[in-house]
C-alpha cells in the first residue's frame, strides 16, 4: 500500500497523474520548525523526512509512504504559509518583479529505508500592482500556499517565467519521485495488472 502523508489535494492529483491510483491519505500531523543552522536544501528535506517518520508509525509492513514539503526562499529567508490576508499580501510585494526559490524536499519510507531528495526550481514574479496584490489576495486562493501563491491556479498570472521543475512548484517533482520509488521497489513505469 502507498500512504500520502500529505492532505494537499495538489499533491494528490499530481500522484494520479503519475498513473499511481491506488493509494492511502494520511496527513502528517507533525510540525517540524524550519533549522535555519542547515543548508536549504538539507532544512526542507529534514521537514519532510520527519513527516515521513510521523506517517510511517502507523503504516503496515512494506507499506511506502511518501512525504513532501515545499518552501519558498527570498534572499536566503524561508517563505511560509502565510499567517492570513495582510501577511499573503506583504509576501507578493516583496516577491514583485523578483526572482526567487522554491525548495521541495521528498521522502520515500518503506520499512526500515529512507530515501529523500530535494529539487530547486527558480520562479520570477512580474512586477504587481497593490491593486493585482488586492485581487489575489482577495480571491483566498494564497492563504494556504507557501510563498502565498499557486503557481497551478490564478497565481499563475503573477508568473514572469520559471527556470526548472514546474511540479516541482506545485508542491511536488514527480520526476525525482518516480525515483525515489524505484529505489523503494515500486516502479511507476511498469504496466498496471490488469483484472
Known amino acids: ?11 494528490r492529483e499530481l500522484l494520479e497523474n503519475m498513473g499511481i491510483r491506488d493509494f492511502t491519505v494520511r496527513p502528517s500531523a507533525h510540525e517540524e ?4 543552522t542547515l543548508p536549504d ?15 510511517a508509525r502507523s503504516a503496515g509492513e512494506g507499506d511506502i509512504v511518501i ?5 519558498v526562499f527570498l ?7 502565510p499567517a492570513g490576508e495582510a501577511e499573503a499580501a506583504q509576501m507578493l510585494r516583496v516577491l514583485s518583479g523578483r526572482e526567487h526559490r522554491v525548495i521541495t524536499a521528498v521522502a520515500v519510507l518503506r520499512d526500515r529505508a529512507e530515501y529523500v531528495t530535494s ?6 514574479f512580474r512586477p504587481l500592482s497593490e491593486r493585482e496584490i488586492g485581487w489575489y489576495v482577495a480571491t483566498g486562493e494564497p492563504l494556504d500556499k507557501a510563498g502565498a501563491y499557486g503557481i497551478q491556479g490564478l ?13 516541482n512548484v506545485v508542491g511536488l517533482p514527480v520526476a525525482a519521485l518516480a525515483e525515489l520509488l524505484a ?5 511507476v513505469f511498469s504496466p498496471p495488472e490488469r483484472t
Open 1 to 11: 500500500m502507498i500512504v500520502l502523508a500529505s492532505g494537499s489535494p495538489r499533491r
Open 33 to 36: 520548525p524550519f533549522d535555519g
Open 41 to 55: 536544501t538539507r532544512a526542507v528535506e529534514k521537514i519532510a523526512l520527519m513527516k515521513g517518520r510521523d506517517a
Open 67 to 71: 512525504a513532501a514539503d515545499t518552501l
Open 75 to 81: 534572499d536566503g529567508r524561508p517563505l511560509g504559509k
Open 119 to 124: 529539487v530547486v526550481t527558480r520562479v520570477r
Open 155 to 167: 497565481g499563475g498570472l503573477l508568473i514572469q517565467g520559471i527556470r526548472g521543475d514546474y511540479y
Open 183 to 187: 529505489k523503494a521497489g515500486y516502479d
